[in-house]
C-alpha cells in the first residue's frame, strides 16, 4: 500500500431552475377478461390523467467533487467516497510528508462536464418531486447557475495494486474514513456455471409447481 493524495476539484453554485411539464395522477378502471379455463373476471387496469404542471425551483449545491485524476476516474473514485471536506486545511507541503502528491491529469473545464451533469441529474429529481403526482413528464428545464465556485484540492487515499494473469487490478482506501473499493478478476467459467445452475433451479421449480 502506498500513500498518495489525488487531486480532485471542487465545484458550488447556486442554480435558480424554470420547468415546464406534466403531472400524471393514476385511477383504476374495472375490466373483465376470459382466463385460461374460459371463464370470465375482472381486474383493474391503471389509467393516468394528466395536468399541466410548470413552477420554479432553487437548488444550492456545495463540494461536488471530481477526481482530476486518470490514475483514479470517476467511477472509482464515487466508490470510496463521500469526502466531508469541513476538515479541508490550507496547503502546506509538510502535510505531503511521506506520500506521493499527483497533480491534476484532468482539467477543471473537463471535470466541470462532470460536475455539471451531477447536478443537472439531482435539478431533474427536485423538479420530479416538485411536479408531484404519481409520475411526471417534464417538458423543459432552464437553469441559470450562479455563484459558481471553484477548489482545488488533494485528498488522501491508500493504493495498490496487483497482477493476476497478466492484467493489473487496484485496490484503493479512503483514508478519511476507511471506505475500501478494489478491481477483482472474474471467471467467465464460474458466471456461466452459476447461470445454468440458476436455470436449472428454475425449471425445477416449475416442473415442480
Same mark, same amino acid.
Given at each position: $500500500?502506498?500513500?498518495?493524495?489525488?487531486?480532485?476539484?471542487?465545484?458550488?453554485?447556486?442554480?435558480?431552475?424554470?420547468?415546464?411539464?406534466? +403531472? &400524471?395522477?393514476?385511477?383504476?378502471?374495472? =375490466?373483465?377478461?376470459?382466463?385460461? *379455463? &374460459?371463464?370470465?373476471?375482472?381486474?383493474? !387496469?391503471? =389509467?393516468?390523467?394528466?395536468?399541466?404542471?410548470?413552477? +420554479?425551483?432553487?437548488?444550492?449545491? =456545495?463540494?461536488?467533487?471530481?477526481?482530476?485524476?486518470?490514475?483514479?476516474?470517476?467511477?472509482?473514485?464515487?466508490?470510496?467516497?463521500?469526502?466531508?471536506?469541513?476538515?479541508?486545511?490550507?496547503?502546506?507541503?509538510?502535510?505531503?510528508?511521506?506520500?506521493?502528491?499527483?497533480?491534476?491529469?484532468?482539467?477543471?473545464?473537463?471535470?466541470? &462536464?462532470?460536475?455539471?451533469?451531477? $447536478?443537472?441529474? !439531482?435539478?431533474?429529481?427536485?423538479?420530479?418531486?416538485?411536479?408531484?403526482? *404519481?409520475?411526471?413528464?417534464?417538458?423543459?428545464?432552464?437553469?441559470?447557475?450562479?455563484?459558481? +465556485?471553484?477548489?482545488?484540492? %488533494?485528498?488522501?487515499?491508500?493504493?495498490?495494486?496487483?497482477?493476476?494473469?497478466?492484467?493489473?487490478?487496484?485496490? $484503493?482506501?479512503?483514508?478519511?474514513?476507511?471506505?475500501?473499493?478494489?478491481? =477483482?478478476?472474474?471467471?467467465?467459467?464460474?458466471?456461466?456455471? %452459476?447461470?445454468?445452475?440458476?436455470?436449472?433451479?428454475?425449471?425445477?421449480?416449475?416442473? $415442480? &409447481?
Amino acid at each position: $500500500m502506498k500513500g498518495v493524495y489525488i487531486p480532485f476539484w471542487s465545484y458550488d453554485s447556486d442554480v435558480h431552475s424554470s420547468y415546464e411539464g406534466s +403531472r &400524471g395522477e393514476y385511477y383504476y378502471v374495472t =375490466r373483465t377478461r376470459r382466463n385460461s *379455463d &374460459g371463464e370470465t373476471e375482472e381486474y383493474e !387496469e391503471r =389509467r393516468t390523467n394528466w395536468y399541466p404542471a410548470s413552477g +420554479r425551483i432553487y437548488s444550492r449545491f =456545495r463540494d461536488i467533487v471530481i477526481s482530476g485524476s486518470t490514475s483514479l476516474p470517476e467511477k472509482f473514485s464515487d466508490k470510496i467516497g463521500p469526502w466531508n471536506l469541513d476538515y479541508l486545511k490550507p496547503f502546506n507541503e509538510q502535510y505531503l510528508s511521506g506520500f506521493i502528491a499527483e497533480t491534476f491529469s484532468v482539467d477543471h473545464v473537463v471535470a466541470a &462536464g462532470t460536475a455539471r451533469a451531477i $447536478m443537472d441529474r !439531482e435539478i431533474v429529481r427536485q423538479v420530479e418531486d416538485d411536479i408531484g403526482g *404519481d409520475t411526471q413528464d417534464i417538458d423543459s428545464i432552464d437553469s441559470d447557475f450562479k455563484s459558481i +465556485r471553484l477548489k482545488y484540492i %488533494l485528498l488522501p487515499i491508500w493504493l495498490s495494486a496487483y497482477q493476476y494473469k497478466g492484467k493489473s487490478y487496484q485496490i $484503493m482506501v479512503n483514508a478519511f474514513n476507511g471506505k475500501v473499493y478494489g478491481q =477483482r478478476p472474474y471467471s467467465v467459467w464460474k458466471i456461466v456455471s %452459476l447461470i445454468l445452475l440458476i436455470l436449472l433451479v428454475l425449471y425445477l421449480l416449475s416442473f $415442480m &409447481g
